[in-house]
């Protein structure tokens, strides 16, 4: 009977990421709504995103919906912000998660990605042909998330979590532009023993985004320079699945380490990853956390393995490290990341910091992980 259901679910999975590949493929840029692939909460980012399998905490909203049924409080509030390319962009998380009962959990969550005071010198000039700074004015260039999630426990197979998100996208570049896209996401989560299983299917059925352009506003420059006027579009994200697998060692009763790999598939041809072909590319996440009696953590991990071509025309493997810590108190929890894009430059070292809440929890809150 359970064999049944599970290839129930497997057979099910598999047609709506054939549906949302098929339907998509012909029409979908390779890098859409490429903000929801950086990854949210100080934890995760300084594992390499490597948490599918072991998420359980109020991030597994994003990570993977079906961790939140490991969360033991009733209540979780999680605020995260970054800052990338040395302060010009900003990134920022908010999440909160209860239970429903005792087998469903439900998530609000909310990310913002943008780059505020970009300056619009189309009005530099003014009618007497003279420079009036002035008259510059600022817009910003933003893409919002809204996530809800909701988990539950499959009392039909023993250990098995599942999750969903629905989520909607809202992108804006000023008054020139904006989109409106909605989507869903699938995860599975299940323990062998002492081993740790995740399944997370972004975009299973490919989020559409409807972009909006007031051509009005830039009709006369672009026409002046020779570029196409915008008109209205439509964008889609193709399905991505992750699958991860990890572990927790215990040694002398209070530390604790928890090996983690995970494998980020994409289906929209070759990518600059570890394992390529024209069909999929899987790029491989490592991460490792450890611990002291579930009070204090250090992070590491490694991931975003490419080929880099050199001026010589030779080429190196470039890998971006990471590095993490955090403590847990009663009531809350902090967290830390270090984290580098590719290796390439200091001015790309963004400090990423998390701060969480956990109420009515009769254990320390230490013990959710």
Same mark, same amino acid.
């Given at each position: 009977?359970?064999?049944?259901? %599970?290839?129930?679910?497997?057979?099910?999975?598999?047609?709506? &990421?054939?549906?949302?590949?098929?339907?998509?493929?012909?029409?979908?840029?390779?890098?859409?709504? =490429?903000?929801?692939?950086?990854?949210?909460?100080?934890?995760?980012?300084?594992?390499?995103?490597?948490?599918?399998?072991?998420?359980?905490?109020?991030?597994?909203?994003?990570?993977?919906?079906?961790?939140?049924?490991?969360?033991?409080?009733?209540?979780?509030?999680?605020?995260?912000?970054?800052?990338?390319?040395?302060?010009?962009?900003?990134?920022?998380?908010?999440?909160?998660?209860?239970?429903?009962?005792?087998?469903?959990?439900?998530?609000?969550?909310?990310?913002?990605?943008?780059?505020?005071?970009?300056?619009?010198?189309?009005?530099?000039?003014?009618?007497?042909?003279?420079?009036?700074?002035?008259?510059?004015?600022?817009?910003?260039?933003?893409?919002?998330?809204?996530? %809800?999630?909701?988990?539950?426990?499959?009392?039909?197979?023993?250990?098995?979590?599942?999750?969903?998100?629905?989520?909607?996208?809202?992108?804006?570049?000023?008054?020139?532009?904006?989109?409106?896209?909605?989507?869903?996401?699938?995860?599975?989560?299940?323990?062998?023993?002492?081993?740790?299983?995740?399944?997370?299917?972004?975009?299973?059925?490919?989020?559409?985004?409807?972009?909006?352009?007031?051509?009005?506003?830039?009709?006369?420059?672009?026409?002046?320079?020779?570029?196409? &006027?915008? =008109?209205?579009?439509?964008?889609?994200?193709?399905?991505?699945?992750?699958?991860?697998?990890?572990?927790?060692?215990?040694?002398?009763?209070?530390?604790?380490?928890?090996?983690?790999?995970?494998?980020?598939?994409?289906?929209?041809?070759?990518?600059?990853?570890?394992?390529?072909?024209?069909?999929?590319?899987?790029?491989?996440?490592?991460?490792? =956390?450890?611990?002291?009696?579930?009070?204090?953590?250090?992070?590491?991990?490694?991931?975003?393995?490419?080929?880099?071509?050199?001026?010589?025309?030779?080429?190196?493997?470039?890998?971006?490290?990471?590095?993490?810590?955090?403590?847990?108190?009663?009531?809350?929890?902090?967290?830390?990341?270090?984290?580098?894009?590719?290796?390439?430059?200091?001015?790309?070292?963004?400090?990423?910091?998390?701060?969480?809440?956990?109420?009515?929890?009769?254990?320390?809150?230490?013990?959710?992980?």
């Amino acid at each position: 009977m359970k064999v049944t259901v %599970l290839r129930r679910y497997i057979f099910i999975i598999v047609l709506l &990421i054939q549906s949302g590949i098929v339907h998509g493929q012909a029409s979908a840029p390779k890098y859409s709504n =490429e903000f929801l692939a950086i990854g949210v909460g100080a934890r995760a980012l300084s594992m390499s995103n490597a948490v599918v399998s072991n998420v359980s905490d109020v991030t597994a909203s994003y990570w993977n919906p079906a961790g939140l049924l490991r969360i033991k409080d009733k209540y979780q509030f999680t605020l995260m912000h970054a800052a990338y390319f040395s302060g010009i962009a900003n990134y920022d998380y908010a999440g909160f998660a209860t239970p429903i009962d005792t087998s469903s959990f439900l998530a609000i969550s909310i990310i913002r990605f943008g780059i505020d005071d970009i300056p619009d010198t189309r009005f530099l000039y003014d009618a007497n042909g003279a420079l009036n700074y002035d008259n510059i004015r600022f817009f910003s260039a933003a893409d919002y998330a809204f996530l %809800l999630s909701y988990a539950r426990k499959i009392s039909a197979l023993k250990g098995l979590r599942v999750g969903a998100n629905f989520k909607v996208v809202h992108r804006t570049v000023g008054d020139f532009a904006n989109a409106w896209g909605f989507g869903l996401d699938l995860g599975l989560q299940k323990d062998f023993g002492k081993w740790k299983t995740g399944l997370m299917i972004r975009d299973i059925t490919s989020t559409f985004n409807a972009w909006t352009h007031n051509s009005e506003l830039v009709a006369d420059i672009y026409t002046q320079t020779g570029n196409i &006027i915008p =008109e209205t579009s439509l964008e889609i994200t193709l399905p991505r699945a992750i699958f991860g697998v990890s572990r927790n060692f215990t040694f002398y009763d209070k530390v604790g380490l928890t090996p983690s790999f995970d494998l980020d598939m994409t289906f929209d041809g070759k990518r600059n990853v570890l394992i390529k072909t024209g069909l999929i590319s899987i790029s491989p996440l490592v991460g490792l =956390e450890m611990d002291y009696a579930k009070l204090a953590y250090l992070r590491l991990g490694a991931g975003e393995f490419q080929k880099i071509k050199n001026f010589d025309g030779s080429t190196r493997m470039a890998w971006q490290p990471n590095f993490g810590i955090g403590v847990y108190l009663k009531y809350f929890s902090v967290d830390y990341a270090l984290t580098d894009i590719g290796d390439q430059a200091e001015a790309l070292y963004s400090h990423v910091f998390s701060v969480s809440v956990h109420l009515n929890d009769k254990k320390a809150g230490s013990k959710t992980k």
